[in-house]
Structures are given as structure tokens and as C-alpha cells.
């Protein structure tokens, strides 16, 4: 079975009822998503349905071969993270399934690491102005509030809490602040690279805010970004503003198993903590065909497509966690098993929406530029949208392949911004957007 958070399979590799696609049928897409024709070949035939199911088939042995390799390095990093450093969690070596790895590409990894010692949380009950910087300094104008799904972290929102998380090197003014986290987090992230003998495979990417390392596959290298997560099982986050109101899917009993796994609090921006909803994806993923429909089926043609045609390379423009946000908003459109039937025509239904969701003319509360690459959901989010002028097909924050390179030490996937807020805060037109990538949230933020 695949270890992709993005693509769990529980039901196994099933295909949905081929059918033939009128010729006409195949050109709107085409042209759309600014395809190749003959690369789409617009699945004209039962043929060639078979031969991308298995491409996807072929794609899943190779990705989860990957993930395995991934998973070890990533286990023996984060034992003895942990050992020098109790408040990270190790990643424990599972067999079936790990949750802390997300698959936003097949050469690039998201991986959350769990902290300990924050317990009992409870939402913030008073705004107060920051006018700290990461330096101490003293601001003479405060910092610019959180967007969307991000906020502000306090420890007293925590009763129970570690004494570790009210020292200097994380906490200012009674915030953890994620870039004080990370920057402990990076040390020993470098540590234990050199003491689990890792230094020929694995390596440090960027001086930026994120910690991104390298890492020699048998497959090939791949990127892989290590994000401190602040897991909150217990609650509901009130900027998750969804369903939306009249939405016939999921239902209401969904609903709220969906909102009883909480959400997480990542460390990924200077200031302020961003919200991710992965676990809820996860599990309305998995429960996704449950009416014997191919949604799920779609999704991986989609995602071949994607990869083969539309986006190739090893720093795409979409992620997996994009196409994942464009099935969750097509699947509220389509809500019935009977729309999710035929695999030609709801992978045509998904290529159009995904262009729309792409285009900067989109509606503010359907597009993706602002859809987290990886952390936060795409389905929990709105008022998201490309700043005016761009492309969908360009870079992790939709600029141009060479800014994103020049940019890239201070890519977050989800989010990038310039530089850090270390002589004051940055004006709004200088901060650049992406979130997803995961993280904000253009679907649960409803």
C-alpha cells in the first residue's frame, strides 16, 4: 500500500467503468490547461484509460519505494533530535502508514515533526499588539497581524506546559515565536546529520527561515522540508469557517467526525503559526469513494497527468496538495456517486475546474494561489487568490521559474516572504503568498 498522505488507497486499486470519449470531448481540456493535444490524447479510448491507470500504477511502486527510504533517514534524524532536545518528538518507523509524511511531489517531501510539552490548549481571549523583533529590538509600530489560517501563539495558552517553552531561545514576550523555534530546530537538525552519519546522503538546503535538507534516493534526490508541528487534537479552530452554508457534501455526520481530529499549528513563517488541517484531509480522503464512486481514481489520473505533462520537473508549480484542494472542491459541486461513475468524464470535470482554479480571473474564493503546497488545507480556506498579473503555471509563490531559484532559500512552500522581519516589518506588496503549501486554506476557511 502507498504511504502518501495525499493518496491514501485503503480499498485497494480498483478501476472505475471505462468509457469512450467522444473526440471532441478531448480539445476544450487541452487547450485549457495549455497542453500538449497528442499528450492528452483526452483518453479518446478504453486504451488509453488503461495505459494511464498504469502509469499511476507504475508511479505508486516508485513513490512508495521513495517514501521508505525517506521514512528511515527521517526516523534515525529525529531519535536523536529528540534525545538532545525533549521538546521534538522522534518520528517512529511505521510499516503501513505515516502520517507525519506528506507526498507533495515525487522528489519533494513534507514532513511535520510533532513537539511535546504544550498541553490543554485553549484559544487566545484577548489581541494584544506585538512590537518585538526576532533580534529583541523594540518596534515603534506593531507587527502586522496573522493572515487567514495563521495566528499568534501564546504560552499561557498551553496550562500545562513544558519549562523549556518559556526560555529565551523560543519565547519572546510570553509568544513562541516559530522563527526562534526553527532556529533551534536547525542546529540540530545539522547535529544530528553528522552524528547519524548522514553527511554523504543528507544535507542542508537553505540558510532561509525554513529547514529544508537534501537527500540522495535510490530513485533519485529528493528536497525534503522538516516543520515543527504544534498538534491540537482537542479542538476546532474558529478560522476554519466550513462547511459552507447549503453545502450538500460531506454531510452533516462527516462533518463532525471530520472536526473531532482537530488541527495542527505549523512552524513555517517568522511571527506567526500557521493552521493545517492534514489530518482531516487525510481521513475525508480516505472516505471519499465510500458510494463506490472514482473520485479517488480521478485524483491519481489527474496527478499523472499533472506530472507528466502539465507540471514535470523536480520543483513543480502544483503539488499533489493543489489537485488534492481541486477534488474536494469539485466533490461539493458533484456531491452524488452517480457524478463520479465513469473515470474520462470526471478526469475532464477535474481538468477544468483545475484550470479555473488556476486562472488569476478565477473567483476570489476558488483559486489556488494562496492554497498551501503541502501543510495547510486547501479545503478549509478562501479568498484566495494569484496576485494580479500572474501566471498559474509559474513558481511556488506563481512567479518565474529563475525568481523562484533566486527566492529559494526563503521558499516555505506554503508561503515565502523576501526576507525576514528582522529590522521591522515588511510593507504587504514585498510579502508574496503561496498559502500550501499546507498551508491559507481555500477550502476548510469557508
Not at 1 to 28: N, Y
Not at 149 to 156: G, H, T
Not at 290 to 318: I, T
Not at 359 to 383: K, M
Amino acid at each position: 500500500m502507498p504511504r502518501e498522505t495525499e493518496a491514501r488507497e485503503p480499498g485497494g486499486s480498483g478501476r472505475a467503468a471505462a468509457s469512450t470519449v467522444l473526440p471532441g470531448e478531448a480539445s476544450p481540456t487541452s487547450a485549457l490547461l495549455g497542453a500538449d493535444p497528442e499528450a492528452m490524447k483526452s483518453l479518446t479510448s478504453e486504451s488509453s484509460e488503461e495505459d494511464l491507470l498504469d502509469k499511476v500504477e507504475l508511479r505508486r511502486q516508485w513513490v512508495s519505494q521513495t517514501v521508505e527510504e525517506v521514512q528511515k533517514a527521517i526516523y534515525h534524524l529525529t531519535t536523536k533530535i529528540s534525545n538532545r532536545d525533549i521538546r521534538f518528538q522522534a518520528i517512529p518507523y511505521s510499516f503501513t502508514y505515516n502520517g507525519n509524511i506528506k507526498v507533495l511531489a515525487p522528489s519533494q517531501f513534507l514532513v511535520t515533526v510533532p513537539v511535546r510539552g504544550l498541553a490543554g490548549y485553549r484559544e487566545a481571549q484577548e489581541r494584544c499588539w506585538r512590537y518585538y523583533t526576532l533580534q529583541g529590538t523594540r518596534l515603534p509600530c506593531p507587527l502586522p497581524g496573522p493572515d487567514g489560517l495563521q495566528q499568534w501563539l501564546e504560552v499561557r495558552q498551553f496550562p500545562r506546559s513544558l519549562w523549556l517553552w518559556h526560555e529565551a531561545d523560543v519565547n519572546i514576550e510570553g509568544d513562541l515565536v516559530p522563527a526562534k523555534v526553527l532556529q533551534v530546530f536547525r542546529t540540530l537538525v545539522e547535529d544530528a546529520i553528522e552524528a547519524c552519519h548522514l553527511s554523504g546522503k543528507v544535507s542542508m538546503l537553505t540558510n532561509g527561515t525554513a529547514v529544508w535538507v537534501a537527500m540522495e534516493t535510490s530513485s533519485g534526490p529528493v528536497e525534503i522540508e522538516l516543520v515543527p508541528a504544534v498538534e491540537i487534537p482537542t479542538a476546532w479552530s474558529k478560522k476554519a469557517r466550513w462547511p459552507r452554508c447549503l453545502t450538500r457534501w460531506p454531510s452533516p455526520e462527516r462533518v463532525k467526525c471530520i472536526k473531532s481530529f482537530g488541527f495542527t499549528l505549523l512552524a513555517r513563517l517568522n511571527y506567526h503559526w500557521q493552521l493545517s488541517f492534514s489530518q482531516a484531509e487525510r481521513v475525508l480522503l480516505e472516505q471519499l469513494d465510500e458510494d463506490g464512486g472514482c473520485r479517488r481514481q480521478c485524483f491519481r489520473a489527474l496527478r499523472q497527468l499533472k506530472e507528466d505533462v502539465w507540471c514535470p520537473g523536480n520543483r513543480p508549480v502544483l503539488t499533489s496538495h493543489h489537485l488534492q484542494t481541486v477534488l474536494f472542491w469539485t466533490c461539493e459541486k458533484y456531491p452524488h456517486s452517480k457524478d463520479w461513475q465513469v473515470l474520462s468524464k470526471g478526469l475532464l470535470r477535474l481538468a477544468k475546474k483545475l484550470h479555473r482554479s488556476a486562472c488569476p480571473e478565477a473567483a476570489p474564493a476558488r483559486r489556488l494561489s494562496d492554497t498551501p503546497s503541502g501543510s495547510t488545507s486547501g479545503l478549509f480556506g478562501s479568498d484566495a487568490g494569484f496576485p494580479p498579473g500572474t501566471e498559474a503555471t509559474t513558481a511556488e509563490g506563481f512567479t518565474s521559474a529563475q525568481e523562484r531559484e533566486k527566492r529559494r532559500p526563503q521558499v516555505l512552500t506554503g508561503r515565502m516572504e523576501t526576507e525576514p522581519w528582522g529590522a521591522g516589518h515588511q510593507p504587504e506588496a514585498q510579502r508574496w503568498s503561496s498559502s500550501p503549501p499546507t498551508t491559507g486554506s481555500p477550502f476548510f476557511r469557508l
